[in-house]
């Protein structure tokens, strides 16, 4: 009754969860172009998410798993299904997402899998390894399938879960619930560190399904991470918060009637690539100056990865800001002595230099 209560007075004094104002990127989080200047080591259009075992690169890419070789890509599998998530575990096998509502662990080379398709899974959209040979699995939203996120976040979708899948039994346990929209965990002592995107926020759910907020009201909707050498994480975002959004989500009536009679490509709601139709929600003055995208427009899209200590303190972060084009990163991984990263609106996979990484963070 309280939660409700205080609830409604948020939303009907504008303050708390009801408040349409967007925290600054500042501090660890202050904007620089690095992304911009990260080499492109390959366009892959429907590359998906990214993985590693240490001393290779695994792509996610439409319905296929790629290994980087060199400069080339070897095939290792190919599904009859988009892949969502994709993790190596520690054994060596791969662990896919097939479509968000599957998941399959394979040996590459090896001809049978395991497929796990319990627990009702439907926007399967992140894998890692889990303690005791487990999995763990961000699954979005139980009700709506992994491409309609942007209608999750108009509905106001409080439906997302971690899962720990054990693929000898095949079984998938549900660690905590409730969430809005999940997307993203990793591994953190006995506890889970877990992205909940709609709320802004990183939380830890311990070993008995409890929750608390660890890296909270930040300016951008945080997505997949990965584990850092030298202890901590790296926490990628797939976009930034903008007060036209905020302000959208609590207009229910506008809302509603946006989603029955728009085309869901020229909605008001997050994007991982922006300005390819004068048609966007957003043109004219506040974007453009002389014709020039002003940096601190209010960003339709946007590009960023950050560096999170042992204890998830923000250390330092990387930026593609609003004028830029290496948007909507939602995988950052190590391999030896570069950072990979994935930006998925312009389908690129974007190679930097650790050293050179910490040089300029000043790290």
């Not at 409890?210 to 584990?227: A, E, G, I, N, Q």
């Not at 014709?291 to 330092?316: D, M, N, S």
Request: net charge neutral; charged share 20%.
């Amino acid at each position: 009754m309280i939660p409700a209560l205080r609830d409604f007075a948020h939303r009907f004094l504008g303050r708390g969860e009801g408040a349409i104002t967007v925290p600054p990127f500042d501090g660890a989080l202050k904007p620089n172009q690095t992304l911009e200047h990260a080499e492109i080591v390959a366009t892959l259009a429907g590359a998906e998410d990214l993985a590693t075992d240490g001393t290779s690169l695994y792509v996610a890419d439409g319905n296929a798993v790629l290994r980087l070789d060199g400069a080339a890509f070897v095939p290792v599998r190919q599904f009859d299904q988009p892949l969502t998530a994709l993790c190596i575990l520690p054994d060596g096998r791969v662990a896919v997402a097939l479509a968000g509502r599957e998941v399959r662990v394979f040996a590459p080379g090896a001809g049978s899998d395991i497929a796990i398709s319990g627990a009702g899974m439907t926007a399967v959209n992140a894998l890692a390894p889990g303690r005791g040979g487990a999995i763990l699995a961000t699954d979005g939203s139980t009700d709506r399938p992994y491409a309609e996120w942007g209608r999750d976040l108009l509905s106001h979708g409080r439906s997302g879960r971690l899962l720990s899948i054990d693929p000898a039994s095949r079984q998938a346990d549900v660690l905590a619930s409730g969430l809005r929209y999940a997307f993203g965990a990793a591994s953190s002592g006995d506890a889970t560190l877990v992205s909940e995107s709609w709320r802004h926020r990183l939380i830890e759910v311990s070993s008995d399904g409890s929750t608390k907020p660890v890296f909270d009201h930040l300016p951008v909707y945080p997505s997949r991470l990965s584990p850092a050498a030298g202890g901590g994480f790296w926490l990628t975002a797939f976009t930034a918060r903008t007060q036209l959004i905020e302000f959208v989500l609590r207009e229910t009536a506008y809302r509603r009637r946006m989603m029955a009679e728009i085309d869901p490509e020229f909605w008001i709601v997050p994007r991982l690539s922006a300005g390819h139709s004068f048609r966007e929600p957003m043109q004219g003055a506040h974007l453009k100056t002389m014709g020039i995208i002003k940096p601190w427009a209010p960003p339709r899209a946007y590009g960023l990865v950050v560096r999170l200590g042992p204890q998830y303190a923000p250390l330092y972060s990387l930026h593609s800001r609003v004028d830029g084009s290496n948007h909507g990163v939602v995988a950052a991984v190590e391999v030896a002595d570069s950072l990979y990263v994935l930006a998925k609106g312009p389908g690129r996979l974007l190679r930097l230099k650790l050293s050179d990484i910490r040089g300029e963070a000043g790290a």
